[in-house]
Each structure stands twice: as C-alpha cells, then as structure tokens.
C-alpha cells in the first residue's frame, strides 16, 4: 500500500470539501432568511408595464431599455425570445443589409479551425442542401481581389448576421423602406386625367 497517503489526502479533501459546500449551503439560507423582510415594497398601485410592450417615449420617460419602469422599481424581466426556425427569409430594410438566419445555429461551431455555416452556405455545397450561397463579396480582399476561400474579414459569420427571433420590437419606428417610399403616391399630386374621346 505504497499509495495510502494518497488515498487518506484524497478522502481528507472530499470530506472537506463536502463540508464547506454545506456550511456555506447553511449561512446562505440563514442569510436568506434575515434579509427578506428588508426587501423594498413598491407602491400601491404601481405595477411595473409588462416587458414585452412597446415603449413609446412620453411622460418624461426617454430610457427606452427600461419600458417606463420608474427608475426608484424593478419591472417584470422580459421573458426570452425564441428563435424562428421557419427557414424563410425575411425581406431587407435597406440595400446591402446582411440578411437575417431564418434558422437556429445552436451549437454551430465558428472559430479558426472551423466555420459550420460553410457545410451548406459555400458556392460548392449550396445546390446540394438547397442554402443561398455566400455572396461573391464574402470571397473578395479589401482590394477587391477574388480569392479562392472566403476572406478572413468576412469569416466569422456572426458579425453581421443574426438568427430571426420572435422578440417584439422595443422602440415604435416609422421607418419606410425605399420601394414602400417610391409607391406611395404623392401627397398633393392630381390623379390622371382621361384623355378626352374622340381622341383629340
């Protein structure tokens, strides 16, 4: 038995290891108990908003991260938004803007050694698992030289795009793309005359 005192040392730091986790286990309920009276009662009458509500700035309210909750309360934390796994896509605000993932990427390793984005969104695999290919200017330097890899600055996919939630939006927006701009008719514009019969 030349390893005893290893097994003795092993044993001796389980068993104070076990308690410690207890004795802190123990304070921490202790504690527990003698601060809960001390906790802050909010007001009659005033129930933080629900958190998943739209915040539209009036009444001297301007944080809109804190959906008109008095600063002096707590609000009912906002619960987590799910992640839209409906692989359709949704359409673009503006030109150029980096497309959202209609799908979940839990798990999807991203790093030097490997991108798993790539498996179905490069050139060479996109027809086979049916994935928008990665756009040609993924595979470009800042001189705008093709290469034969996507380009280091445009490797990590997460910079620019993001997963589709179904999180409710936060701050109420009248933003217009320019196609809805274009084809709203003009405010003080006469509709068309018809031209008069006979033709002239």
């Known amino acids: 038995m030349r390893n005893k005192p290893l097994i003795v040392a092993v044993v001796l730091v389980l068993a104070l290891s076990v308690l410690v986790f207890s004795a802190g286990w123990m304070f921490g309920k202790i504690r527990a108990r003698s601060d809960a009276p001390q906790l802050p009662v909010t007001a009659a009458g005033a129930v933080p908003v629900d958190a998943r509500a739209v915040f539209i700035p009036g009444a001297g309210q301007i944080d809109a991260i804190r959906r008109g909750v008095p600063v002096d309360q707590e609000g009912h934390p906002p619960p987590m938004a799910h992640v839209e796994n409906t692989d359709i896509k949704r359409t673009r605000a503006y030109p150029m803007q980096p497309p959202t993932i209609p799908h979940t990427i839990d798990g999807y390793q991203v790093d030097k050694n490997s991108n798993r984005c790539m498996l179905c969104h490069a050139r060479a695999n996109a027809a086979t698992f049916q994935a928008p290919p990665v756009s040609v200017t993924h595979y470009m330097d800042r001189d705008d030289q093709f290469l034969a890899t996507v380009s280091p600055r445009r490797y990590f996919c997460n910079q620019c795009h993001v997963v589709q939630t179904d ?24 509709p068309p005359q018809a031209a008069p019969p006979g033709g002239g």
Request: net charge negative; hydrophobic share 55%; no cysteine.
């Open 167 to 190: 999180a409710p939006t936060l701050v109420a927006s009248g933003f217009r793309d320019i196609d809805s701009v274009l084809a709203a008719p003009a405010p003080d514009a006469a």
